[in-house]
């Protein structure tokens, strides 16, 4: 048996309810008390507890229980979802600060998941929490009995951070909250309208940020997407944020991005706050596979795919569709007349379809069924996937998690981004880094057919455009171009693999951030 270990530093975990932004939280709880142990109380939405429970498993061996046991994950009591909606962030944040406020007088609590009743602990002593969570920011400095750090949580690309929220001199678009209220005061117009005409009000700005090539303002936002509400209010409300921590915390590789962490780092420090870089963060070691293993749907079916693909089809020969757990194409034709085309060429592919606006029809299913080359499946072990050698290209959305892995693991990448740093990160994969192609014609109005300033051309966004660029971009792929962007993935790889080895840079900021830490 274990030997109970007491520690006294006390850190609360929130994320919001996306699993892109929980998941590499689960990560870095581990890795934050194998790292110093501290107590840990992760607050997450009672539908994705088992998940992030599961994830936090799988950085654990059975010889670690009594470290694992300093994770306490509690279900916030949210109540009854609204229909149809994907992410409730107004019943997320009060519930936070009725938990907190318990955590702050040192009571029981209660998971709203499962019931069990979580022991009382001394009242917190920091705060990491997601950077769209400000009422829960406020919750901690209104209900908090002494100093606690807020140390805000960034599972994004450092160099995207840098338009929207950082100063001028930065090269950000400054602070426009100003303007906004200025015009709500003229108008009585309401904030939700006003805010989101002044975040897209596109000027054809040139964006010049450290580490990427120049884009127009608006190649920012090339898809609609299925996530309604204010845009506008949301970023208002993150640069409150951001304004308002003490630190940062970034879920990104500083190799991969080493001058957008830089230029992060320096701006923070004009405040005498710090940036830390803990990236990659993903599980490893034996249980990282079978902890996997147990939150896919199809386990069995997609790794007997996958050694049957590596018999039949050979090395580097299997394409992995997948755009996260949120992201879905508003226009799903695009999807669909996509996968025409990896038929069409007899590629082996697996879909991932775990976002909740996902639907495959029927004739798809069938199609797919009768192809024989193919899997669906809404949660796949991605890692799995991308470690196996039958693993030829990733069509991603280019988000920070599964960019990462992929350039772990060695794999290239086919960009399919939607919006927030997805279209950055697919620039700096595609531009900076030579490991990439993006895909242009399936982008969607207002601003993903209009000019781009990498090419000079708008696309047409035609089911036709869509099934020529994709042709296009697969025979590059599976041909000699797509050779030497895999050949240009090996120092990367080499260089973000490296990152929490001792003397790593991943490793060197989270010992930092644990030594700002203890009380």
């Not at 640069?239 to 879920?251: P, R």
């Not at 592919?349 to 909740?356: E, G, N, R, T, V």
């Not at 242009?440 to 089911?463: N, S």
Request: charged share 20%.
């Amino acid at each position: 048996m274990s030997t109970p270990i007491e520690p006294t530093t006390h850190v609360v975990l929130l994320a919001t309810e996306a699993w892109g932004h929980t998941r590499p939280l689960c990560t870095f709880a581990a890795r934050l008390i194998q790292t110093c142990p501290v107590n840990v109380t992760f607050f997450t939405a009672p539908n994705i507890a088992d998940r992030v429970e599961a994830e936090i498993s799988r950085s654990f061996g059975p010889e670690d229980q009594a470290l694992k046991d300093l994770i306490r994950v509690a279900g916030l009591h949210m109540g009854e979802p609204k229909t149809g909606e994907a992410l409730n962030f107004t019943a997320y944040n009060e519930a936070f600060a009725r938990a907190y406020a318990q955590l702050v007088n040192e009571e029981t609590l209660i998971c709203a998941h499962t019931g069990r009743e979580i022991k009382p602990l001394a009242a917190p002593d920091a705060v990491v929490m997601d950077f769209f969570c400000v009422p829960g920011l406020e919750a901690v400095r209104k209900l908090s009995k002494k100093h606690v750090k807020v140390l805000a949580w960034m599972a994004c690309q450092a160099s995207f951070l840098l338009y929207p929220f950082a100063p001028v001199n930065r090269g950000g678009r400054g602070d426009y909250r100003p303007k906004v209220m200025a015009e709500v005061a003229r108008t009585g117009r309401s904030i939700e309208e006003v805010a989101d005409e002044v975040l897209f009000q596109s000027t054809k700005d040139i964006i010049r940020i450290p580490g990427l090539p120049p884009m127009y303002d608006y190649e920012l936002a090339p898809q609609e997407i299925h996530l309604k509400g204010s845009a506008g209010v949301i970023t208002m409300m993150m640069q409150t944020f951001i304004e308002a921590c003490d630190g940062m915390i970034l879920a990104t590789a500083q190799p991969f991005e080493p001058e957008g962490v830089a230029e992060v780092r320096a701006w923070f420090a004009e405040t005498s706050r710090k940036a830390y870089a803990v990236g990659p963060l993903f599980p490893l070691g034996e249980g990282a596979a079978a902890g996997e293993r147990l939150q896919s749907d199809k386990p069995s079916e997609i790794e007997q795919f996958l050694e049957a693909t590596l018999e039949s089809h050979g090395p580097k020969s299997l394409l992995y569709i997948a755009f996260g757990s949120l992201y879905w194409s508003t226009e799903p034709e695009k999807i669909w007349a996509f996968l025409d085309v990896v038929m069409e060429k007899k590629i082996p592919f697996i879909l991932s379809h775990a976002s909740p606006f996902a639907q495959v029809p029927d004739e798809v299913a069938a199609k797919v069924k009768t192809y024989e080359q193919g899997i669906l499946s809404k949660w796949t072990p991605q890692q799995t996937i991308l470690a196996h050698p039958t693993i030829g290209w990733f069509v991603t959305h280019a988000g920070l998690n599964s960019t990462l892995e992929a350039i772990s693991l060695g794999v290239p990448m086919i960009c399919w981004p939607f919006n927030a740093d997805q279209p950055t990160m697919a620039a700096q994969l595609c531009e900076t880094h030579g490991i990439a192609y993006e895909l242009f014609e399936v982008g969607t109005e207002p601003w993903g057919l209009k000019e781009l300033h990498r090419t000079g051309k708008a696309p047409t966004g035609t089911l036709d455009a869509v099934r020529e660029e994709a042709r296009f971009v697969l025979d590059k792929a599976f041909g000699e171009d797509g050779a030497s962007k895999r050949a240009n993935m090996k120092p990367l790889q080499d260089a973000v693999s490296k990152t929490w080895e001792q003397g790593g840079p991943a490793r060197r900021d989270l010992e930092r951030l644990v030594a700002s830490l203890q009380v």
